[in-house]
């Protein structure tokens, strides 16, 4: 593993106990063990021993967070590789592991994934093995939105983050009353998959994901407008748009907004699997029906035909309301 410069913050309160005698009060000790400065392998270790995140780094070699550490609990904040990929590799600690029901989903499908992966590429290293990722399934407690539970001396409570479904904000307080409040991915505003965020709560400290910090984005509407757009006019010359995109939130999003233009679309890859498992949490989805009504018009591109899908791709006439 490549060596990085990961600080150890102190977050500290000074009591000033008299003008001339000031006593310093630590309240939480926060280290970055991935994710500072870069977007892939999140890890965040609070007073040594609960690991908020833990990722991996896109890449062959993939990249991981730092280790050499002993969580006894492990708290994921969603189901994208970057903040869950490198949890089972922790199994061999023992530690509890909790999340919301759609992030463990979508923690073990990933997990499946990776195995798989790491069978072809350069390297042909996993992070972990089969056995771990059964045991994370095993151990894995899963709690909802709102639902405050106690963790070797922590109470914690899960806050809907927006950004893909189960995504969350995470508040964290220790037995002296200490707090922390920590994202991973959030979106404030809703999408079509899902709303936008809770109100954050209050706490001592707070840890923001800042991926796109500074960042003018365009507004959704207008995005969505363009995209769009340029599908149609693809589709009026006789093409065919091919859209890659992520398996986990994007695809459904694509999905929903083609279909709310009345666009038939073929959709192959994870995304299929990811959309099943989504059928089991309508609590945690913007709008059930219509993810549905996008899935039920969309035709899946089976494994066995995808080959002779994409030699045909040029006979194919996707137009607008068929
Ligand atoms: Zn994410």
Not at 28 to 55: A, H, M, P, Q, W
Not at 60 to 68: G, H, Q, R
Not at 231 to 238: F, K, N, Y
């Amino acid at each position: 593993m490549k060596p990085v410069n990961l600080y150890n913050y102190k977050i500290f309160i000074n009591l000033f106990v008299s003008q001339y005698n000031v006593k310093e009060f630590f309240i939480l000790e926060i280290t970055f063990k991935g994710g500072c400065r870069e977007v892939g392998r999140s890890g965040l270790l609070v007073n040594k021993e609960v690991l908020l995140d833990y990722g991996i780094k896109v890449g062959d070699p993939a990249e991981y967070p730092l280790n050499s550490m002993e969580p006894k609990t492990v708290l994921v904040s969603h189901g994208h590789l970057d903040h869950c990929g490198a949890v089972p590799n922790l199994m061999y600690q023992d530690p509890d592991v909790f999340m919301t029901p759609p992030t463990a989903e979508f923690t073990g499908l990933l997990g499946e994934d990776t195995l798989k992966i790491s069978e072809t590429t350069l390297s042909g290293v996993s992070p972990f093995d089969p056995e771990d990722l059964q045991k994370l399934r095993r151990i894995t407690r899963k709690k909802h939105y709102g639902e405050t539970f106690k963790t070797n001396g922590y109470r914690v409570c899960f806050y809907n983050a927006g950004h893909i479904p189960g995504a969350s904000g995470i508040r964290l307080e220790s037995d002296s009353g200490e707090s922390l409040f920590y994202t991973g991915d959030f979106n404030l505003k809703e999408t079509r998959l899902v709303p936008g965020a809770a109100e954050f709560p209050e706490a001592d400290a707070l840890v923001l994901e800042s991926t796109y910090f500074g960042e003018e984005h365009l507004p959704r509407e207008e995005t969505e407008e363009k995209f769009i757009e340029s599908v149609l006019d693809t589709l009026d010359r006789g093409g065919t748009a091919l859209i890659p995109a992520f398996a986990i939130g994007r695809t459904q999003e694509i999905l929903m907004l083609l279909d709310a233009h009345g666009i038939r679309t073929y959709v192959d890859g994870m995304g299929l699997e990811v959309y099943k498992i989504l059928r089991k949490y309508p609590e945690y989805l913007k709008n059930p029906e219509l993810l549905d009504r996008a899935f039920e018009r969309a035709i899946a591109v089976k494994d066995s035909s995808g080959i002779q899908f994409l030699k045909s791709l040029r006979q194919l006439s996707l137009q607008p309301g068929c």
